[in-house]
């Protein structure tokens, strides 16, 4: 039973453009979300993250949301650019517990 | 400052031979922990440990065996590599564990294991 599920697994956009990557979870538990960026070859590196008691939070292009009522988040990615082409991964975490990966969204933003 | 080392970085074992892979971190974190991705699954926990002397089971812990060396080092050990434990393995530490805080890991660049 996946706990966090990232139902697109792959998108494509151009560059400039706004990227919006979803993620769903059901363990009404959970208290903090975190975005992951892996490229090819390396380790998932942390992108940015959201407690449970905000329903935004931004750092420069990137802005994460969370809807609580739908068990919903998302990544905004403005503008988008070709470096931004890589796995993107949501996890979540309840009370300091281990982290539950989703399965990635591969991104892919064309020049 | 080195973050998250693993080696090695690949490795290709036959059926029924054995294998540790091994992570150290220097940022003194207390936590670490073991993950396999495989295509369309994600990362899955194998084992943690939430502190030095701690260890405990994650999501797919069957086939596999750690050891918390120090609180630098997490060894994940296959002791009869099976073709279905062909994977990507990542090795990730954090500060804090069940306490709060903040709970980023942070990632190694992972060993690339086949088994034939």
């Known amino acids: 039973d996946q706990q966090v599920k990232q139902n697109s697994p792959s998108l494509s956009v151009q560059e400039g453009r706004i990227s919006i990557l979803n993620c769903d979870y059901t363990?009404?538990?959970?208290?903090?979300f975190l975005w992951y960026k892996k490229y090819p070859a390396e380790g998932p590196t942390f992108l940015i993250s959201?407690?449970?008691?905000?329903d935004k939070n931004e750092d420069g292009r990137f802005t994460v949301f969370l809807n609580k009522s739908a068990k919903h988040l998302s990544l905004h990615i403005v503008p988008s650019q070709p470096g931004d082409s890589a796995v993107y991964f949501c996890?979540?975490?309840?009370?300091?517990?281990?982290?539950?990966f989703g399965a990635g969204t591969i991104l892919r933003v064309k020049s | 400052n080195a973050g998250v080392t693993q080696t090695p970085k690949f490795q290709v074992l036959k059926t029924g031979q054995s294998m540790t892979l091994q992570c150290a971190q220097d940022m003194n974190h207390n936590s670490m922990y073991w993950y396999r991705q495989d295509p369309g699954m994600g990362l899955r926990l194998i084992y943690y440990?939430?502190?030095?002397?701690?260890?405990d089971k994650g999501e797919v812990p069957n086939g596999y065996n750690v050891s918390r060396l120090n609180k630098r080092e997490f060894s994940l050990r296959l002791e009869s590599a099976a073709p279905s434990q062909t994977s990507v393995y990542f090795c990730?530490?954090?500060?804090?564990?069940?306490?709060?805080?903040?709970?980023?890991?942070?990632f190694g660049p992972g060993t690339r294991l086949t088994v034939t």
């Open positions: 996890a979540a975490s309840d009370y300091g517990n281990k982290l539950v």
């Open positions: 959201i407690s449970s008691i905000k």
């Open positions: 440990s939430a502190s030095e002397g701690t260890t």
């Open positions: 363990n009404s538990m959970f208290d903090y």
């Open positions: 990730a530490s954090s500060e804090v564990i069940g306490t709060g805080g903040s709970y980023e890991q942070y």
